[in-house]
Structures are given as structure tokens and as C-alpha cells.
């Protein structure tokens, strides 16, 4: 027996261990001072009342025979794929059911697909990024090379034809940048991947933050996409069910390739390798695009919007460069005083004792950048601003 040698070139995930470790050191020798958390990814609402009551309607179901479920179907039950199907006819795209195959979270999938995928191929991905398009290819032993996302381009790399990539990551709007690409911007990536050939992977788990027009929601939003994309989606930022877990994944029919076709591939590898998401979580999901889901969670929605407000105009106030902010619950904005990240992690816990994630934890471009997310509570965001701008003004 031999182990996955591969496994030796993934850098040791130590980026949320060594913050919280430096928030607990910190606490323990100043346990008089509150520290305030603005570094998570995770929501903090709870579930919606319209979803609670889906998720107890499922276990009644579940209750009886008649109603009982079993296995479902690998691709997810109907009733929740024609809702994602309405989601997005509202905003233009046109799926066909079985283009849909319901997920237990968008992260698991972003690491499956890859089943499709020959080892050979060269994957693209922008630094910095969300680890897991680093570390799940490093684990096949595929080649990676990194798009320059920087402060020049606003953290939003455009194509370069003189690099030949295979597969292709694009998350927008971005963890952990907030950007977000705007349809004209997202057209010049999709034709460059139908010139080379190339697939793009989007991750559009935070597209329920977009408010502009002009961005992109979902890549199918862009002409021949259909052709060169596969999306992946989730209902952990949109709904809160980062614990609940459940997500979608759009696979098109379109994308074909040497006579493979990649909706019938991911179905089979579906069929080998997964049993589906419980019946209850489903029937949750579901009832967030119902008409009074949707209304109880844009509700939660604007709570995290508003936060993320909060600190871009604190930003704003103090002469600090960031993107994200808007379209998205990030604020990324660049260490002042030429800090890096996490001299900016130190001094920002040791000063207002807010604690935030360093950039440099995103790979190399992310080094002199720092990241604020809009989760917490409007009470927290309030009193870290506050502290921000009283250490920061000049
Ligand atoms: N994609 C991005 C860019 C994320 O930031 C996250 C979670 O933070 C995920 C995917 C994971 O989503 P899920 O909870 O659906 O697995």
C-alpha cells in the first residue's frame, strides 16, 4: 500500500487555527476586554420561520407510511429542482431539469467534479482564492497556475491568451476579495475558454448578495456558457444552511466534449458516489424560494448587506482602500500604513480587540490586505467600527 504522495504539497491549513489562537492568547492574558469577531465566513441568523416549518413538515412526512422516503434520487428531489429552476428563470437563465443535481453544499461538489476531469489537465485559479480549488486539485496532482488578482485590476484578473489553461475557477462575488465580475467582464472569460477549450468552474455562492444589474449572477448569464461552464451554488449564504447543508450544482448539456458529455458524466459519477441529500433538508430548501421564504430571507439578506455597509463606510471615512462591501459580505481592504496582513491581524486585536483574517492566508497577492466579514450581529459591526475608527483616524 502506498498513500496519496500528493497529499505532502498542501500547505498545512493554518490559517483560522492561528487566528484563533491568537484571539485566545489574547483573551487569556486580557480577560477584561471583549473581542469582537469579524473574521468568519459563517451566517449567524438563524433559520428563517418558512424554512422551520418545511423542515418539520418533512419529518411529519416522514412519520407515516404513506409519505415515508427512502432513498431519493441521486440528483435531488423534483420539487426542489424545479424551484432552482424558477430562481433562475427570474433572472433569465432557462435550465432544463436535469441540468440541476442538488448537493449537500456547494463545497463537496466543487471538490467532486473533478471525478469528470482527466489528471492532466492545467487548472487556472486566481491568487488569492477560497483554498479548497488549490488544495483539492494539489490532492489529484494536477498542475496549477495562478491569475495576478491585485490591487491594479481591483482583485478581478482578466484573460490572458498567452496562458493555456484547462479548467478554469472563477468565484464571484469573491471569497475572499468581495469582488464581483460584471457580465461584460464574465463574457471575456467565457470566450476565452471556448477558444481554449477550456471549462469554467463558477462558484456563485454568494450571488445572492448582488444587487448591481450590470454583475453577473450566474455565468449562464452570459452567452455560450452553456458550452464551457459548470456552476455550483449553495443555500448556506442565501438561507443559513451552513449547517443544514445543501447546495446545487448546474451542469449543462451543452458541454460536450470528444463525445463526452458532462451532465451524463457528473450523473453517473452521482450514481457511484452519492445517496443524495435527506428528504427533510430538501424539503427546507425548497421552501426558501417559496413566495414567503423569499420574503423572510431577503429580510436576512439586508441585515448582512447593511452590516457590510457599515464597515465600507467606515472604510470610506478613514481613506482606505478595499473592494467588496457592496454585492458581497466582504470587505477587503488594504492594511494602512503599508502593515502587512498580519502585522495589520496584531495591531488590530491588540488596539480595538477586533479580530479579522489576513489576506496573506490567501495566498501570496493577498499579503498587505486584511479581510472584514458582514456576519456578525449590527451591534458587533457597530462597536468594531467604532473602535477601527478611533485607532485608525488621523
Ligand atoms: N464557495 C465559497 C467561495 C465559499 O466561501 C464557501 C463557504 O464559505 C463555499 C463555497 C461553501 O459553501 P457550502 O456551505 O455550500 O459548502
Redesign the pocket.
Known amino acids: 500500500m502506498q498513500f496519496n504522495s500528493n497529499f505532502n504539497d498542501i500547505a498545512e491549513n493554518y490559517l483560522f487555527a492561528e487566528v484563533a489562537k491568537r484571539a485566545a492568547e489574547y483573551s487569556k492574558a486580557h480577560p477584561d476586554k471583549k473581542i469582537i469577531k469579524l473574521g468568519i465566513?459563517?451566517v449567524t441568523l438563524p433559520l428563517v420561520p418558512e424554512v422551520i416549518k418545511a423542515l418539520h413538515d418533512g419529518a411529519e412526512d416522514m412519520s407515516k407510511a404513506e409519505t415515508f422516503k427512502g432513498y431519493g434520487p441521486y440528483e435531488g428531489y423534483e420539487f426542489l429542482r424545479e424551484s432552482i429552476q424558477n430562481y433562475y428563470k427570474a433572472y433569465g437563465v432557462e435550465l432544463a431539469l436535469d441540468e440541476i443535481f442538488v448537493s449537500d453544499?456547494?463545497?463537496?461538489d466543487?471538490g467532486n467534479i473533478l471525478d469528470i476531469f482527466s489528471k492532466d489537465n492545467t487548472v487556472l485559479v486566481p491568487d488569492p482564492v477560497?483554498p479548497?480549488y488549490v488544495d483539492t486539485n494539489l490532492m489529484a496532482g494536477r498542475k496549477i497556475i495562478f491569475a495576478n488578482a491585485n490591487g491594479e485590476n481591483g482583485f478581478l484578473p482578466m484573460p490572458d491568451y498567452t496562458v493555456n489553461a484547462d479548467i478554469i475557477y472563477i468565484?464571484s462575488p469573491?471569497?475572499p476579495t468581495g469582488a464581483a465580475y460584471t457580465k461584460a467582464q464574465l463574457k471575456e472569460w467565457v470566450d476565452y475558454a471556448l477558444k481554449k477549450n477550456a471549462v469554467i468552474l463558477f462558484?456563485a455562492?454568494?450571488e445572492c448578495f448582488i444587487e448591481d444589474d450590470k454583475l453577473a449572477r450566474s455565468v449562464f448569464q452570459i452567452e455560450g456558457a452553456e458550452k464551457c461552464a459548470i456552476e455550483?451554488c449553495?443555500?448556506?449564504?442565501i438561507a443559513g444552511?451552513?449547517g443544514t447543508?445543501c447546495?446545487y450544482t448546474v451542469v449543462p448539456k451543452a458541454l460536450e466534449k470528444d463525445g463526452f458529455s458532462a451532465n451524463k458524466m457528473w450523473l453517473r459519477r452521482q450514481a457511484t458516489k452519492f445517496n443524495g441529500v435527506p428528504y427533510i433538508v430538501q424539503k427546507g430548501a425548497a421552501a426558501v424560494f417559496s413566495e414567503q421564504g423569499r420574503k423572510e430571507i431577503a429580510h436576512n439578506l439586508s441585515y448582512y448587506k447593511n452590516n457590510a455597509k457599515i464597515i465600507a463606510q467606515c472604510m470610506d471615512g478613514l481613506g482606505i482602500w478595499y473592494t467588496g462591501g457592496k454585492n458581497s459580505p466582504y470587505i477587503w481592504l488594504k492594511c494602512p500604513d503599508g502593515m502587512k496582513s498580519w502585522q495589520f491581524f496584531d495591531f488590530l486585536l491588540n488596539n480595538a480587540q477586533v479580530v479579522g483574517t489576513p489576506g496573506a492566508g490567501f495566498g501570496n497577492n493577498g499579503e498587505g490586505y486584511f479581510r472584514l466579514t458582514a456576519f456578525g450581529s449590527e451591534a458587533n459591526t457597530r462597536e468594531a467600527v467604532a473602535r477601527i475608527k478611533s485607532i485608525l483616524k488621523k
Open positions: 465566513g459563517d453544499g456547494a463545497k463537496s466543487l477560497y479548497v468565484c469573491n471569497n462558484d455562492a454568494y455550483f449553495s443555500f448556506s449564504k444552511f451552513t447543508r447546495g
